[in-house]
């Protein structure tokens, strides 16, 4: 492998794969919010959030962490310009105090916080807007929940970046193929995926263990185990879900995430450990997989966008299963092959929001990408015109890629009219 792709395949690990306290959209709003205050100096008279559609979707539904079980754009704002720590970045949130919480219920009870959907923006859009008597600040967060692309006080802009490939923080991922991420994953050295890759099993495993043993959501992750016994296919659905079943409802441990996303941060990681686990594969054979389950990941989502109406736990699941494989001595066309029986079975689950049925969705696509998995390394695999299978991997990658951004497109629009009561159904 030539030293640009491994370095650039390094940094992709190292942007993508970072903590993140609480579902990433509503951390996205307090995030902004927390910078704004931040940037204006003093404690705000009012705050406006303007954001897209597919952040009021998946924050709706979802708990703000660290907020006492308090849901939506609202919490997330106030809280963030309450008590967030902007520095923090993903994890803004954490060090709330009880009497934060307190003077948030309060100013969301009060004419202090609005919040106004912004047509014709990118899928992952929010601008806040603080104001004072004298002066006023706005900080936009654009295409990544971590990337501040404008700073404006008092009308002047202190800072923007013009174009999305112009920030300092931006990896180009054009160099992602399925081929690539396996040589990569055999050849880089252990200690430089140390912290991204030991974050993620440290981390994500804690939020999982949390989750199957605390009442959260509708503990999809416990209800695996059980009424479907304690197998490893059943424990690697559950450990997944079960993370997830924590997040969505407000659980304050931080998760390494994948794509901007901490549940697909724990589908592409936890099935993952636990077949591990079951081969006894190794601590080295093991951040070798998540290296190939992370990246395969990242490989699809890079065609769909941060946010659509395309489910990522399928993305994800397929980065696991592809992993799996890799684990069980398959070789780079048994790993394709992973990849399209899990592509050709559920790559059209729709997103409709995060919320404690992502948990539901994380177990019904592992579960695919396992049976995937059994599928290739039995030399059965789905073929090119059947659907969206394409004549290699990387097609079939672009066709379910352009089906999330493009086809899917006027299903989002859809989806959020249902979620805002603009469709009635008597």
Do not use: W
Request: proline share 2%; hydrophobic share 40%; charged share 20%.
């Amino acid at each position: 492998m030539d030293n640009k792709t491994y370095h650039t395949f390094l940094s992709i690990l190292k942007q993508e794969l970072i903590p993140a306290l609480g579902c990433t959209e509503p951390i996205a709003v307090a995030l902004a919010a927390a910078k704004a205050r931040d940037v204006l100096g003093e404690f705000p008279g009012s705050l406006e959030i303007r954001c897209s559609g597919n952040i009021v979707k998946n924050v709706k539904g979802v708990t703000v962490p660290n907020s006492g079980g308090m849901k939506g754009i609202g919490a997330a704002a106030v809280l963030g310009v309450v008590g967030g720590k902007a520095d923090a970045s993903l994890e803004v949130l954490s060090g709330i105090t009880e009497e934060q919480r307190e003077r948030t219920r309060k100013l969301l009870g009060s004419e202090f916080f609005s919040c106004k959907l912004e047509k014709n923006v990118d899928n992952l859009y929010v601008a806040a807007t603080v104001r004072s008597k004298e002066h006023s600040a706005t900080v936009t967060i654009l295409n990544r929940h971590t990337l501040i692309s404008k700073i404006v006080r008092d009308g002047e802009t202190l800072f923007e970046i013009k174009a999305l490939l112009d920030s300092p923080k931006s990896v180009d991922k054009s160099l992602l193929n399925v081929k690539s991420i396996i040589e990569f994953a055999e050849t880089v050295k252990l200690e430089e995926i140390d912290e991204p890759i030991g974050n993620q099993i440290r981390m994500n495993t804690r939020i999982s263990e949390y989750g199957l043993t605390n009442d959260f959501g509708t503990r999809v992750g416990h209800t695996l185990l059980k009424t479907q016994g304690s197998d490893t296919r059943t424990r690697a659905k559950a450990r997944a879900a079960a993370g997830s079943d924590a997040r969505m409802s407000g659980c304050a441990l931080p998760v390494v995430i994948n794509s901007g996303s901490g549940n697909q941060g724990l589908t592409v990681s936890l099935p993952v450990i636990e077949y591990a686990e079951h081969l006894k594969a190794g601590d080295e054979k093991l951040r070798r997989a998540l290296v190939i389950s992370n990246l395969i990941a990242i490989h699809q989502k890079k065609y769909i966008g941060s946010l659509s109406a395309f489910c990522g736990a399928v993305t994800a699941a397929c980065g696991a299963g592809a992993a799996i494989t890799y684990l069980c001595g398959g070789d780079y066309e048994k790993i394709c092959n992973t990849i399209t029986n899990t592509i050709a079975n559920v790559g059209g689950v729709i997103c409709d929001g995060a919320k404690p049925s992502c948990a539901a969705k994380i177990a019904s696509s592992v579960d695919a990408a396992i049976m995937a998995h059994e599928m290739s390394m039995s030399g059965h695999v789905f073929h090119s015109g059947e659907g969206i299978v394409q004549q290699n991997i990387e097609s079939t990658i672009k066709s379910v890629g352009y089906v999330g951004r493009v086809g899917m497109k006027e299903t989002d629009v859809e989806i959020l009219r249902i979620m805002t009561n603009e469709v009635k159904f008597s």
